[in-house]
């Protein structure tokens, strides 16, 4: 673009226009012509330029004064060529425009177009170092002049709220959250540098989480599309930016991951499973993959099983959810000292058996969590007995105290796995331990016809031991208050009557626990009638023992050794 212009306009406030002027020779004096190529912001910004130098009042604004800025710092309009300057007016501008939230955005954005004067003039530092002081500064206390989507009014009449002044009433504090929406819309570089400087202040990682989770939802569609995302902890952006493609998607998760808080649970574990997930699909660097999955394994414990379920996009596809992946965030999770890990700590009474009041650790939850993933993934005919085996292996006994979920996990794997050898069965099996089976579980248990002969005695075995040790706690009261009434039937004090109330009570639930001993010994006599069976046949008979760790040292069968191999097992151990 071509400008015709006077000569001393310019050089009276421009020392580089007066030197070109006075370098440039020509035949014909009264015309002289300048190029600039390098100006920055180009023939729109010198316009402006032009205009200042011809005394023509200039109307700056957030969104034109980093240009006139870096122009006047090109053309060295200092105060040696005149008093109030360009250099000194575009300054004085800035450091007001500094104080205003939004103008401060506005400028910022426009920063890229001018580097790198905007770099060099610490313009673009001056703006980050606003806006962190101003997203770090105590809501209560300062209420910043805010965007539009998140201006602060009186409770009482439209009003704008100015730096928490008010003349109708007092100001509402504003929200920890309340400069997500508008530091979602910076550029990557200078997200990156405002997180960074937000960090250094101070804030605390669970704010600078969840700005992070509102930019990714901004900026990575493919995070979006997980409808079980949406709408959780935080709320989705008014409308996401263009569709990026994936390698800058890519390049932008890795971004994100690298400026999660590391401390544990300062990031919502659902969002950095959706960030795991979307970084397969993306196929990112193994090195961020792995730092989510640590990451994720150090609060495993707050984890939803609906999070877990990540889908195998991998090349083999053997299974259809990624077992490995778990696995490893398992083990991550087992090599952290979450708790103190002592087992006496973990042993509980009947009473919290029965009534599953025991004490939720991390531990007993991932326990919980594992138990239920395992269920979720029994049904896939390729998963393999180890791999199962290996989930299942991580969990050590004592954070079960209810073996109810591993065994429904195991009932689902038997039954979608009819092919399993008995040896393979009895493997499994031996992940649970039925003495901690609820009345619920152990009933299933001894009608499963998918489970080893073996188990299913065993579950017979404790829950007649457990019932006959119920009893004999209700017997013992029962003497006990026997033995403690008077002779002319009336009892010592008011506390007494409401002893054997409550004693009296428990007789009643005793009632009912015989008549579970009695169903119990039906199914004994049951079990009995296929166990002589069985006798008959020798073939049978030996297979039987095998199955007990018995052999046979006599040719023929005695009743008497049938009842004496069956009080043995009793006394064994399970």
């Known amino acids: 673009m071509a400008f015709h212009l006077h000569k001393f306009p310019l050089l009276s406030r421009s020392q580089v226009i007066e030197n070109r002027i006075n370098d440039y020779s020509s035949e014909d004096d009264e015309k002289c012509v300048l190029q600039f190529h390098d100006l920055p912001g180009g023939a729109k910004t010198f316009l402006l330029v032009a205009k200042f130098c011809y005394g023509i009042r200039l109307e700056l604004t957030a969104l034109n004064i980093v240009g006139i800025r870096c122009a006047a710092e090109y053309l060295q309009m200092t105060e040696d060529r005149g008093d109030g300057n360009l250099i000194m007016l575009s300054e004085s501008f800035l450091n007001e425009m500094f104080g205003h939230w939004t103008d401060t955005i506005k400028a910022l954005e ?6 790198p004067y905007s770099e060099e003039l610490h313009i ?41 002044i008010c003349s109708t009433a007092k100001p509402q504090p504003l929200s920890e959250d309340w400069w997500y929406e508008d ?26 989480a969840g700005s992070l989770v509102h930019y990714a939802k901004r900026h990575l569609p493919l995070l979006c599309r997980q409808p079980s995302f949406r709408g959780r902890n935080h709320a989705a952006p008014r409308s996401l930016v263009s569709h990026p493609s994936d390698a800058d998607q890519r390049n932008l998760l890795e971004e994100i991951v690298a400026l999660v808080p590391t401390q544990k649970g300062a990031t919502p574990t659902n969002f950095l499973l959706r960030l795991l997930r979307t970084s397969m699909v993306l196929q990112a660097r193994p090195s961020c993959q792995d730092k ?3 990451q994720i394994g150090a ?11 990540i889908p195998n996009i991998g090349y083999s596809m053997e299974t259809l959810y990624d077992i ?64 199962f085996q290996s989930l299942a292996a991580v969990i050590p006994d004592y954070a079960r105290p209810l073996n109810d979920g591993i065994y429904c996990a195991i ?31 152990s009933t299933h248990a001894t009608q499963n016809e998918r489970l080893p002969l ?121």
């Open 411 to 441: 009932d689902i794997y038997l039954k979608a796995h009819p092919w399993l050898t008995d040896s393979e069965r009895e493997q499994i099996c031996s992940l649970m331990n039925c003495q901690k089976l609820s009345l619920e579980a």
């Open 292 to 294: 989510l999955e640590k």
């Open 110 to 115: 426009t920063c890229k177009e001018f580097l």
């Open 299 to 309: 609060q495993l414990d707050q984890a939803a099983l609906e999070d877990l379920l």
């Open 124 to 164: 673009v530092s001056r703006c980050i170092d606003s806006l962190a002081m101003k997203a770090c500064a105590d809501t209560n206390l300062f209420s910043w002049p805010l965007p539009e989507n998140g201006i602060a009014q009186c409770p009482e009449g439209n009003h704008v709220l100015w730096n928490g």
């Open 454 to 574: 073996r188990v299913i005695v065993q579950v017979l075995f404790f829950e007649q031991l457990r019932l006959r040790t119920s009893i004999s706690g209700w017997l013992f009261v029962s003497d006990n208050l026997k033995n403690s009434q008077n002779p002319n039937g009336n009892l010592a004090n008011a506390g007494n009557n409401t002893r054997v109330g409550a004693v009296r009570d428990h007789l009643v639930e005793a009632d009912d626990i015989m008549e579970r001993v009695s169903e119990l010994e039906k199914e004994c006599l049951g079990m009995k009638e296929e166990l002589e069976k069985l006798v008959k046949a020798k073939r049978g008979w030996n297979l039987f023992l095998r199955k007990f760790g018995f052999r046979s040292k006599s040719k023929s069968i005695d009743p008497k050794t049938v009842k004496s191999c069956l009080l043995i097992q009793k006394n064994q151990s399970p």
């Open 324 to 387: 490995d992946c778990v696995q490893r965030i398992l083990d991550h999770f087992a090599h952290i000292d979450n708790e103190p890990l002592d087992p006496s700590n973990y042993i509980i009474d009947e009473g919290q058996l029965m009534g599953g009041s025991h004490p939720l650790t991390p531990m007993t939850m991932v326990a919980t969590l594992v138990d239920g993933y395992l269920a979720e993934v029994a049904p896939d005919v390729n998963l393999k007995l180890p791999k």
């Open 183 to 208: 530091a979602s819309l910076l550029r990557l570089s200078s997200y990156k540098r405002l997180i960074l400087a937000v960090e250094s202040r101070g804030m605390k990682p669970e704010r600078i």
